[in-house]
């Protein structure tokens, strides 16, 4: 019998019993979709965890004070220290000392109440130089940013996020518009493109004045001149390692410390944050494909199950055959043919279906899902493997099936 002959007796023997094989082919199609779905929702969190950490800036690592101990012995977190300074920013910016650093900027952040007339809302304000915009990666959509000449006289000239904006004056246009801080009085000079969330802030919720007006007119005291964050950009990816060392230990020789565990400041980068998250997810991943090809082997059984019953079933069928002369190979060959079909029907189906589910979920779910050509082809073939491997026990009793035995059964 040719392959052609085969694969036209194994569709004509499916055929014959549509409802039964539909049913077997569903277990292994929901399966092979939960794989795919599973493995598009992994990536796509990764992709989406990335996007966000990545919005902070590209290349970037971030400088944070150390932490504090109160005369109790209450230890804070760290940040909660006001260990680094303006002074430490400035440094940064040395060629000589930092060849590796394109630009510095540092933050001093404060959570203010913002008035416009009878509307109030709480944001946060953040003091920086004008090389924000840039080592941040953000960009104005309105107006413009704020300049040298702002943080040299002062000026109460502010820049907010979109959100913040509508909040306080009821759409993001608001160049021109004035609103209050503390009693005084900031004009609005620029609105920032959306940004979104970062894993713990909300970006587009900020209020950004010049670090110098941030420190004499909104928050004063003698810890003026700490700040909160520095955000160091390196030259490029490549350089980002050269960078951080380079931060690191122009840090520690401006605050005498030579032993860099005892350091009073901490550097992180961004693709620390980036592997961390992603190995996370990696595993998660892994975890959730694992409990969906559970499915699968589920679909595997009903395969076998069915091919038994053929077997059964069609018991007359291969000892005339045999008693006609068709070896035993030929009865394997059909009956593993039958088999692979089911298992590439549901393969190819599921697949559809995960796709299809992939492209309409990420509106419902408010995430991504990331279809993986491998993972659909490596699901196809696995569905055909499951027809081969669960295959192979019926296909091998129907050709041990003695024809005089065969024949004689009802």
Do not use: C
């Not at 104005?140 to 502010?158: K, Y």
């Not at 110098?212 to 950009?233: C, D, E, F, L, P």
């Not at 692979?340 to 309409?360: M, Q």
């Not at 009793?397 to 024809?403: G, Q």
Request: charged share 15%; net charge negative; glycine share 10%.
């Amino acid at each position: 019998m040719s392959w052609g002959e085969t694969l036209a007796t194994g569709w004509h023997a499916i055929r014959a019993h549509s409802m039964r094989s539909l049913l077997t082919v569903l277990g292994i199609l929901i399966g092979i979709a939960a794989v795919i779905l599973t493995v598009g929702l992994g990536l796509g969190t990764q992709k989406d965890v990335s996007a966000q950490i990545s919005s902070l800036g590209s290349n970037l690592l971030i400088v944070s004070p150390g932490s504090t101990t109160s005369s109790a012995g209450i230890r804070g977190g760290f940040g909660s220290s006001t260990t680094l300074t303006t002074s430490d920013a400035s440094a940064l910016t040395s060629k000589t000392a930092a060849p590796d650093v394109e630009a510095v900027a540092a933050e001093k952040s404060s959570s203010e109440s913002l008035v416009n007339g009878d509307t109030n809302w709480t944001s946060t304000v953040v003091g920086t130089t004008p090389s924000w915009l840039d080592v941040r990666s953000r960009t104005v959509a309105q107006g413009r940013f704020l300049t040298a000449a702002d943080e040299t006289d002062r000026t109460t000239n502010i820049v907010l996020g979109s959100e913040t904006a509508t909040e306080l004056f009821g759409s993001p246009r608001a160049v021109g518009r004035t609103l209050t801080i503390n009693d005084v009085t900031f004009t609005v000079v620029g609105v920032l493109e959306s940004a979104g969330s970062s894993s713990s802030d909300n970006l587009d919720d900020t209020a950004v004045v010049p670090m110098s007006t941030m420190q004499n007119t909104i928050v004063g005291g003698t810890t003026r001149t700490a700040v909160s964050t520095i955000y160091v950009k390196a030259v490029g990816t490549d350089e980002i390692s050269a960078a951080y060392q380079e931060t690191q230990q122009l840090l520690l020789n401006l605050h005498g410390i030579t032993d860099a565990d005892n350091a009073d400041f901490t550097v992180s980068s961004q693709d620390a944050l980036v592997s961390t998250a992603t190995s996370v997810y990696r595993t998660l991943t892994v975890l959730l494909t694992g409990i969906a090809a559970l499915s699968l082997l589920v679909g595997g059984i009903g395969v076998m199950n069915i091919m038994l019953v053929s077997v059964t079933e069609r018991t007359r069928e291969i000892g005339l055959r045999k008693a006609l002369g068709a070896p035993p190979v030929a009865i394997r060959r059909q009956f593993l043919t039958e088999a692979s079909v089911l298992g590439l029907g549901g393969g190819l189906v599921g697949a559809a279906l995960g796709i299809a589910a992939a492209k309409l979920l990420p509106s419902v779910l408010d995430s991504s899902i990331v279809v993986s050509p491998t993972a659909v082809v490596g699901s196809i073939v696995i569905a055909v493997g499951i027809g081969l491997v669960f295959g192979v026990y019926p296909a091998v009793r129907a050709a041990r099936l003695a024809p005089i035995d065969a024949l004689r059964s009802e």
